[in-house]
């Protein structure tokens, strides 16, 4: 379980920053999010499998997070995939996604599926046993969603008691621990939970997409248990007034959301090009506010960086 960051840069790419797509590879599958410009290529320098992509995120239609989408879509196909994939977007997803497929020849042989995200309050996009999205409405200067990712994980088993209770080892405990009562030899009916724990806490990501600071989507973090943050910062405190012009959040501004939503660690990223040989006004800040906090680690996102979520 990973995350590998697949372009970091803002709307204009970079030599050192390539255009908005972040891949996060659980349990065998791709998720990605976003996919600015040449992602397909940047996903070439990483282990992360195009083929294994079943669902795109999209944040919002400005080109620095969808002109990927064409040559990546073309390039599975080409691929001799067959599998569907859903891709999710703010209003007016499903016409660009129209208007891609009419770019060009290709052999696009799988159904793509569209899923608009229409309401002004966060919800439940997707999810499985194992996992579960969710998106929130963000503010930028066209509509805008962030997502949030967070693991299901199942209750632990009380070996000891449930022995003790008198349930056999063997298929009487995978019952249990999947929330069916079982009989023991005796005739004696346990329940899941007379032996079941609380489970273990699953990992929890949320991304903010661009996006002027919202301090409710720090709170709908914290309300989810989210122990990371990606959170775009475009530029840095002293160019505020850009932010405000543009529409999106500086290092501070990312900052201050992570402390709302009480998590570990903060990744920053969508970093303008004006940094992109002289970054030392950006790194002093993040190097100031990493001082002074002490229960918040901040990094700054790099193109092909990993981050562990074990």
Same mark, same amino acid.
């Given at each position: 379980?990973? $995350?590998?960051?697949?372009?970091? =840069?803002?709307? @204009?790419?970079?030599?050192?920053?390539?255009?908005?797509?972040?891949?996060?590879?659980?349990?065998?599958?791709?998720?990605?999010?976003?996919?600015?410009?040449?992602?397909?290529?940047?996903?070439?320098?990483?282990?992360?499998?195009?083929?294994?992509?079943? /669902? $795109?995120? +999209?944040?919002? *239609?400005?080109?620095?997070? $969808?002109?990927? *989408?064409?040559?990546? *879509?073309?390039?599975?196909?080409? !691929?001799?995939?067959?599998?569907?994939?859903?891709?999710?977007?703010?209003?007016?997803?499903?016409?660009?996604?129209?208007? +891609?497929?009419?770019?060009?020849?290709?052999?696009?042989?799988? !159904?793509?599926?569209?899923?608009?995200?229409?309401?002004?309050?966060?919800?439940?996009?997707?999810? %499985?046993?194992?996992?579960?999205?969710?998106?929130?409405?963000?503010?930028?200067?066209?509509?805008?969603?962030?997502?949030?990712?967070?693991?299901?994980?199942?209750?632990?088993? /009380?070996?000891?008691?449930?022995? #003790?209770? =008198?349930?056999?080892?063997?298929?009487?405990?995978?019952?249990?621990?999947?929330?069916?009562?079982?009989?023991?030899?005796?005739?004696?009916? @346990?329940?899941?939970?007379?032996?079941?724990?609380?489970?273990?806490?699953?990992?929890? +990501?949320?991304?903010?997409?661009?996006?002027?600071?919202?301090?409710?989507?720090?709170?709908?973090?914290?309300?989810?248990?989210?122990?990371? *943050?990606?959170?775009?910062? %475009?530029?840095?405190?002293?160019?505020? !007034?850009?932010?405000?012009? %543009?529409?999106?959040?500086?290092?501070?501004?990312?900052? /201050?959301?992570?402390?709302?939503? =009480? @998590?570990?660690?903060?990744?920053? %990223?969508?970093?303008?090009?004006?940094?992109? &040989?002289?970054?030392? &006004?950006?790194?002093?800040? @993040? /190097?100031?506010?990493?001082?002074?906090?002490?229960?918040? !680690?901040? +990094?700054?996102?790099?193109?092909?960086? #990993?981050?562990?979520?074990?």
């Amino acid at each position: 379980m990973k $995350i590998v960051f697949l372009g970091t =840069g803002a709307a @204009v790419p970079t030599k050192n920053r390539n255009h908005s797509s972040i891949g996060l590879k659980f349990d065998g599958e791709i998720f990605l999010f976003d996919c600015g410009e040449g992602t397909q290529r940047q996903i070439l320098y990483t282990d992360v499998s195009p083929m294994k992509i079943n /669902n $795109i995120f +999209i944040t919002h *239609l400005h080109g620095d997070h $969808i002109l990927g *989408l064409p040559g990546l *879509l073309q390039s599975i196909g080409f !691929n001799g995939r067959t599998e569907p994939i859903t891709i999710y977007g703010p209003p007016e997803t499903e016409e660009t996604i129209e208007n +891609i497929l009419k770019i060009g020849y290709h052999s696009i042989n799988f !159904n793509i599926r569209v899923c608009e995200l229409h309401t002004e309050k966060p919800m439940k996009i997707a999810g %499985t046993e194992k996992y579960e999205i969710y998106y929130y409405p963000m503010n930028h200067s066209v509509p805008t969603v962030g997502y949030v990712f967070r693991e299901k994980k199942k209750p632990q088993l /009380n070996l000891k008691k449930a022995i #003790e209770l =008198g349930v056999e080892v063997g298929p009487k405990l995978k019952r249990l621990k999947d929330g069916n009562p079982v009989k023991t030899k005796d005739g004696k009916i @346990v329940y899941p939970e007379d032996v079941l724990l609380p489970p273990k806490k699953g990992i929890c +990501i949320g991304y903010s997409g661009d996006t002027t600071p919202l301090k409710d989507f720090g709170k709908f973090l914290k309300s989810l248990g989210c122990r990371l *943050l990606i959170h775009e910062a %475009t530029f840095d405190s002293s160019r505020k !007034n850009n932010a405000l012009e %543009t529409m999106h959040s500086t290092v501070r501004d990312a900052v /201050n959301i992570a402390k709302i939503a =009480g @998590v570990e660690e903060l990744i920053l %990223t969508h970093i303008s090009a004006r940094y992109d &040989d002289k970054m030392d &006004d950006y790194i002093n800040e @993040v /190097n100031i506010l990493n001082a002074e906090n002490d229960n918040l !680690n901040i +990094i700054i996102a790099e193109d092909f960086m #990993e981050y562990s979520l074990k």
